[in-house]
T-cell receptor, first 115, second 115 residues
Framework: NAGVMQNPRHLVRRRGQEARLRCSPM?????VYWYRQLPEEGLKFMVY????????ESGMPKERFSAEFPKEGPSILRIQQVVRGDSAAYFC?????????????FGPGTRLTVL | GENVEQHPSTLSVQEGDSAVIKCTYS??????FPWYKQELGKRPQLIID?????GEKKDQRIAVTLNKTAKHFSLHITETQPEDSAVYFC??????????????FGKGITLSVRP
């Protein structure tokens, strides 16, 4: 029973490039959350998606950031024109969100470094 | 929105002693409170959670208590072991479904267990 998968695990980009982070939820899970963790900080919610729908993007910066969760394939968090302040660990979590099973299971994260 | 605060930020205990980590939350509508353990460079792992319809939950050496009136909840670890050393995050969410299911995290506490 594979857990939440994320790739790449480490990503290095130069300022102005694009970063694409992928998340495959646990089998049977159709809800995906993205969180960002700055060094020595807690996790900050960014966006919550179900298949083909963005449910809540209240934590996502209005510019340069976008997310999708297509009918087929992983969820993608896309950061355009990266800046040094985007350097962080990005975690996704998945949940079945059935009654009494709202636990969120986290992936191993993608550590983005912007040079 | 919800605000979760965690204190202290660091805690050092002797192996075999108990450790207590406290969190407070601001939104009285919050009803789900998970605790995550994160080792250096690893994913956050759920160790225990509690819902607002119960006051206490135990799982071997770990317990969580919830005081809805005071809006705080605590993690209790008994008979601490060196492998308990990690960063512990508390979190809260308002709902278990839909847009309210996002987690708001505290900043984390670094627990060190001295051999």
């Amino acid at each position: 029973n594979a857990g939440v998968m994320q790739n790449p695990r480490h990503l290095v980009r130069r300022r102005g490039q694009e970063a694409r982070l992928r998340c495959s939820p646990m089998k049977g899970h159709s809800h995906v959350y993205w969180y960002r963790q700055l060094p020595e900080e807690g996790l900050k919610f960014m966006v919550y998606l179900q298949k083909e729908n963005i449910i809540d993007e209240s934590g996502m910066p209005k510019e340069r950031f976008s997310a999708e969760f297509p009918k087929e394939g992983p969820s993608i968090l896309r950061i355009q024109q990266v800046v040094r302040g985007d350097s962080a660990a990005y975690f996704c979590a998945s949940s079945p969100l059935q009654r009494h099973t709202d636990t969120q299971y986290f992936g191993p994260g993608t550590r983005l470094t912007v040079l | 929105g919800e605000n979760v605060e965690q204190h202290p930020s660091t805690l050092s205990v002797q192996e075999g002693d108990s450790a207590v980590i406290k969190c407070t939350y601001s939104d009285s509508a919050s009803n789900y409170f998970p605790w995550y353990k994160q080792e250096l460079g690893k994913r956050p792992q759920l160790i225990i959670d509690i819902r607002s319809n119960v006051g206490e939950k135990k799982d071997q050496r770990i317990a969580v208590t919830l005081n809805k009136t005071a809006k705080h909840f605590s993690l209790h670890i008994t008979e601490t072991q060196p492998e308990d050393s990690a960063v512990y995050f508390c979190a809260a969410s308002i709902g278990t479904t839909g847009a309210n299911s996002k987690l708001t995290f505290g900043k984390g506490i670094t627990l060190s267990v001295r051999p």
